[in-house]
């Protein structure tokens, strides 16, 4: 067997409690009164409506303006925008063309505690400001629940904004056939007389230079200027499907409302759970972990001290996919759903453990040296751990495409059972990534280095006979 050395177990061990610790419990300080988040854990994670309730809000457009179907969409999907880059995946939203209304159900926000719902309506409803500035330089990256990259917060030369939303008249997805006669969607813009002549001395001023457009701190796209446009008609050209090119039409077309969106009606929701259903959850956790790592403790000595230590760093790496602890990944909201997908991912993570555990005693059961069982031991259950974790991937994958936000699906069965079963995909996902991490890799290199422990090169605390060294 390939030695390790020993020091690596304790190094590999006290990383992995280091950041089990502050995934769980986050870091964060005080200055005064405000609080500022260093990395954030489970407090920050935003629990579903399940869970901890929420808000419903009906919208329609302000002094009673006539929207037409195209322009209720547009308001429908700037509100989809802000939600989305929020990390705000169990949500409810529809729009009624017959009454212009727009209905919308979502969560509190992780930090509430006076549950206003008009400052959480507010967050999601506010005008959007759409703005045209010189390239695409921006801040941050994130990751939507969609699984597509959300650029935020422009850099660079922030101070020039070159046009905005009022002089854009109309976007709108359209399809041609290229001179191969394949069909490529485009952008068409259309913009106002006044914005005609603007839009006309900006591409002038920029041929060759990418103009990118922005919705409030998010960017939405980022073409390149080919010529000069002076007949006040755009296409934006790229991999566009006819849903991603109808989609980008839409939330431009949002930025040049005619209108305000304003609060017809609104209401708190209650969790459906029930107030203290979290903190029965938190509990039931808590035993569940002790007894599974009093079993594992039991049953296979040092290999399931070892696995304690791996399933911990899976709970933690899982809890930080959720989180928003890494910054490039986007927090998710949390529902009950998605706790399921946690639990079946960590049960997976604990069967991943047993099988590694197992084959060792059975090599040492066959009379193999420690070394020679744990080399082979280990050898031997990787493909059946890789198969069943693989197989759990594909699914969790599909999903979280066939149940993501905006599919077919939507359509057929309502945006609610969306949001439910991508919820459920997207923590077993992370919680299988997390066992192959953990489970799989770090396991193996601390069952290695600290079988290198004379006082511990023993045996029976593999799952060996208790008089065997």
């Not at 629990?47 to 009906?58: F, K, L, Q, Y």
């Not at 506010?126 to 990259?149: C, H, M, V, W």
């Not at 969106?261 to 203290?276: A, K, M, R, W």
């Not at 602890?325 to 069967?351: E, H, K, Q, R």
């Amino acid at each position: 067997m390939k030695r390790v050395p020993k020091p690596v177990f304790f190094i590999v061990a006290l990383l992995i409690l280091a950041f089990s610790f502050t995934a769980i419990f986050g870091v964060s300080y005080y200055t005064g009164d405000n609080k500022n988040t260093v990395l954030k854990g489970i407090g920050d994670i935003r629990w579903g409506i399940d869970i901890r309730g929420g808000v419903e809000a009906t919208f329609k457009p302000a002094d009673n303006y006539d929207a037409t179907d195209e322009q209720l969409n547009s308001a429908k999907s700037i509100i989809e925008l802000r939600m989305i880059s929020q990390g705000i995946t169990d949500y409810e939203l529809y729009a009624d063309s017959n009454n212009d209304r727009i209905i919308v159900r979502f969560p509190w926000k992780s930090d509430e505690t006076d549950y206003n719902a008009v400052d959480a309506i507010n967050e999601i409803s506010s005008t959007a400001k759409l703005t045209f500035r010189p390239g695409q330089e921006y801040e941050t990256t994130e990751i939507g629940s969609d699984g597509n990259p959300v650029y935020r917060t422009p850099t660079g030369d922030t101070e020039t904004v070159l046009m905005d939303g009022t002089a854009v008249k109309s976007a709108t997805a359209n399809v041609y056939q290229d001179n191969n006669g394949e069909t490529q969607y485009v952008v068409s813009l259309e913009f106002t007389d006044e914005g005609k002549q603007e839009f006309a001395d900006i591409t002038s001023q920029y041929i060759n230079q990418t103009i990118s457009i922005w919705m409030d701190d998010i960017m939405l796209s980022a073409p390149t200027v080919n010529s000069a446009i002076t007949d006040g008609k755009a296409q934006i050209e790229g991999d566009f499907t006819a849903e991603t090119a109808t989609e980008l039409a839409d939330k431009i077309s949002a930025g040049a409302l005619p209108f305000q969106l304003e609060t017809s009606n609104y209401s708190n929701i209650s969790p459906t759970l029930g107030e203290n259903s979290l903190t029965a959850m938190a509990y039931a956790g808590v035993i569940a972990f002790i007894a599974i790592a009093l079993i594992m403790l039991i049953g296979y000595r040092l290999p399931g001290f070892v696995a304690v230590i791996s399933l911990l760093g899976q709970t933690a790496l899982s809890i930080a996919a959720v989180s928003g602890y890494f910054t490039t990944i986007n927090s998710f909201t949390m529902t009950l759903p998605g706790i399921a997908g946690l639990i079946l991912s960590i049960g997976m993570g604990v069967d991943c453990n047993v099988i590694t555990a197992e084959r060792i005693k059975e090599e040492l059961r066959n009379g193999r040296t420690l070394d020679g069982a744990i080399e082979l031991g280990t050898k031997n259950s990787l493909s059946a751990i890789v198969d069943g974790n693989m197989t759990v991937i594909i699914v969790s994958i599909i999903l979280m495409l066939v149940f993501g936000p905006s599919n077919i699906l939507s359509i057929i069965f309502g945006e609610s059972t969306t949001g439910t079963i991508y919820s459920f995909g997207f923590t077993l996902l992370a919680g299988v990534i997390s066992n192959f991490i953990m489970g799989v890799f770090l396991t193996r290199v601390m069952l290695r280095s600290i079988a290198g422990i004379k006082f511990l090169h023993k045996k029976w605390l593999f799952g060996g006979a208790r008089n065997e060294k």
